[in-house]
């Protein structure tokens, strides 16, 4: 009975330590702090194999005394591994709050698992504007219009001037600066031109500032286009004839850059803890043209690395127009060709008129292999959380010294438990001894 029992004890021991690696399920919140009524916008990527998409309903607000707050949510769905969240906060007080994820399921090496996944939300002593949306994105047919409402609402208890930033090439407001009273609305009509613009993505913004407080609303649009070429797989930038016409942005900071489905530039590509035969799915990078003049021949490459170690698609193409974006992939061809060690380079991109980024790239390998089986609807997919980018973000759990924490902890808690069931068992095992002596003693008799 005694081992039977420390035998449960075991097994639900390892099940609770069986904690998930933190850039498997990323939470990135847009700011560092809240004040009441503001709209809170925070973004998941995730390389876990989901059993159904992540839903508003799976979101948690809790206080600091671990209560739920009703909050009324709002996703965005970009592709299987990143998603977009908004929500507006209610009247609350100061502190340090959570938000995040209860009762994930996943699949991880064919084992169905469920955890919870938290991020901290600090609240301020302060009452703000919120917006609505908090995030825009579409997938239309291309050269389709997406027009929609934003809408402003003063929560403050004096007027505030707001001040409104269209950033994309996209996309006009039929109104950029007016004042908004409070407890009052403001709807602002967003209208776009996307007639005869050729590009799959439309990756814009809108900054937002009422002076005691901002926010960026990402606006992004896919399309159906095709970019036609030759030969994806060329990488052998030839000049056309825009080119020969002395267009030169040699020099030229920020003419191209790099960032995620989120808009968010992006100034390095991280892969720490690389596991030899893990399956990495290729993540999605978006090109923003910066310039004001069309682009052509954009060719995709890295250097530092051997050439069979990471998989560019396309590699090339032959044209983004102004102030417009594109998307490519990127990731490992296969990564059981990996060995131990540290890897270091760059990512770059580079068109016939010489606009150019560079962006470096590092990955930790370690000596280990695992083979895992991947559902083919994830393995087909885009991923997004395959990209680390370095800004300020809340992750569920450091792997470092918070890790060992918990694993101390746990170990605690589990030597009681043996503790705990020992001595529960002892007084048993003392009576059924003082019974088997008592039947000796009177056999002798």
Not at 95 to 102: D, L, R, T, V
């Amino acid at each position: 009975m005694f081992f039977r029992n420390l035998f449960l004890v075991v097994v639900s021991f390892l099940l609770i330590i069986s904690f998930v690696n933190a850039s498997d399920f990323e939470i990135n919140l847009y700011k560092n702090d809240y004040g009441s009524f503001e709209t809170v916008q925070f973004e998941v990527f995730t390389n876990l194999s989901l059993n159904r998409d992540l839903s508003v309903s799976d979101i948690v607000l809790l206080d600091m005394n671990n209560n739920s707050l009703n909050i009324i949510k709002n996703k965005v769905k970009i592709n299987n591994t990143f998603y977009a969240f908004y929500f507006d906060l209610p009247q609350v007080v100061s502190g340090e709050y959570m938000i995040g994820f209860k009762n994930i399921n996943y699949i991880e090496k064919g084992i169905l698992k469920r955890q919870d996944f938290f991020s901290n939300l600090k609240i301020v002593n302060k009452s703000s504007v919120s917006i609505r949306p908090g995030y825009f994105y579409q997938a239309v047919n291309s050269g389709d219009e997406v027009p929609f409402v934003l809408v402003f609402s003063n929560k403050m208890n004096n007027s505030v001037s707001i001040s409104l930033v269209a950033e994309g090439g996209f996309f006009s407001l039929d109104e950029s600066n007016f004042n908004l009273a409070p407890d009052k609305s403001k709807n602002v009509q967003v209208r776009t031109s996307l007639f005869n613009k050729r590009a799959s993505r439309f990756n814009g913004r809108i900054l937002v500032d009422y002076g005691s407080g901002n926010y960026i609303i990402p606006f992004i649009i896919d399309t159906n286009y095709v970019e036609k070429s030759e030969n994806n797989n060329d990488t052998n930038v030839k000049p056309d004839d825009l080119a020969k016409k002395n267009i030169d942005l040699t020099g030229i900071n920020d003419a191209i850059y790099l960032t995620r489905g989120s808009g968010i530039k992006l100034i390095n590509i991280s892969l720490p803890n690389t596991n030899i035969g893990d399956y990495y799915p290729p993540g999605q990078i978006v090109v923003v043209n910066n310039a004001s003049v069309d682009l052509h021949n954009l060719s995709y490459y890295t250097e530092g690395f051997d050439d069979d170690l990471f998989e560019i698609e396309p590699s090339k193409i032959s044209f983004l127009s102004a102030n417009n974006s594109i998307s490519f992939s990127f990731g490992f061809k296969d990564s059981s060709n990996l060995k131990p060690g540290n890897y270091y380079g760059t990512l770059k991109v580079r068109s016939a008129e010489n606009a150019f980024v560079s962006i470096p790239v590092s990955l930790n390998v370690l000596n280990k292999s695992i083979n895992v089986q991947v559902d083919n609807e994830i393995n087909n997919s885009v991923n997004n959380s395959f990209v680390e980018f370095n800004k300020t973000t809340i992750k569920n759990g450091d792997e470092g010294g918070y890790g060992f924490i918990l694993l101390f902890i746990f170990l605690i808690i589990f030597l009681l438990i043996i503790f705990i069931v020992y001595r529960k068992m002892k007084p048993k095992k003392d009576k059924f001894e003082g019974f088997v002596e008592s039947v000796q003693k009177r056999k002798n008799y």
